[in-house]
């Protein structure tokens, strides 16, 4: 009897054993431990491609990105774009309520917070219509806008950009798709 993971990548090898699948999963080496396990156990798994959802986006539109002189920001570097990207909306002129919200903002608090919600599809003008306060709101929505005018006006991309471009592609290469549990998927990798 084979473990619930390697039981269910079988199921679905043996479903479309020929077929072009695509295994979505946390981390390419836990995607190929898997294969790995399931060939060990001497059962076919034929043209099955791993990837994380990040990776798989940026297999489809990467090329073209690249091509059109975009480069990859990586997530050590959102760090510096977000330390440029506060410094230029601390100086703009807010009221008081804004201007103590951003004093409290560093780069690594709000990493998480625009990747997640990029990541989401979440824009700034969503969030300008968020029920939250409006200090927090309006600076948050300031930083979102300003991050995102960064990467346009240096050509560089984040997951999020990969994730709606991808989308923007229409439909996914004639494949059949299994996600690992435990895989994240942002609201833009559940579309793509």
């Known amino acids: 009897m084979l473990p619930e993971p390697l039981a269910h990548l079988d199921a679905f090898c043996a479903a479309h054993p020929l077929a072009p699948k695509v295994l979505l999963v946390p981390t390419v080496q836990a995607g190929d431990a898997l ?20 990776g798989w986006a940026e297999r489809r539109v990467r090329a073209a990105l690249h091509q059109a002189g975009w480069t990859r920001l990586t997530r050590g570097a959102e760090r510096f774009v977000l330390r440029e990207v506060l410094e230029v ?22 990493q998480p917070v625009v990747h997640e919600l990029r990541a989401a599809g979440v824009t700034a ?8 306060a409006s200090a927090k709101r309006r ?3 300031a930083v979102l806008d300003a991050y995102a005018e960064h990467l346009s006006a240096y050509r560089q991309y984040d997951a999020a ?32």
Do not use: H, K, M
Not at 35 to 54: D, K, S, Y
């Open 125 to 132: 003008t969503d969030v300008r219509t968020a029920p939250i």
């Open 139 to 141: 600076g948050l929505a």
């Open 35 to 54: 294969i790995a396990a399931l060939a060990e156990r001497g059962r076919a798994c034929i043209n099955v491609r791993v990837a994380t959802p990040v």
């Open 89 to 110: 909306v601390r100086s703009a002129s807010w009221e008081a309520a804004v201007e103590a919200w951003l004093a409290y903002q560093t780069p690594r608090t709000l």
């Open 161 to 192: 950009l990969l994730f709606q471009r991808g989308i923007a592609l229409g439909d996914a290469p004639d494949a059949w798709f299994a996600v690992l549990d435990g895989t994240p998927l942002s609201r833009t990798a559940d579309q793509l």
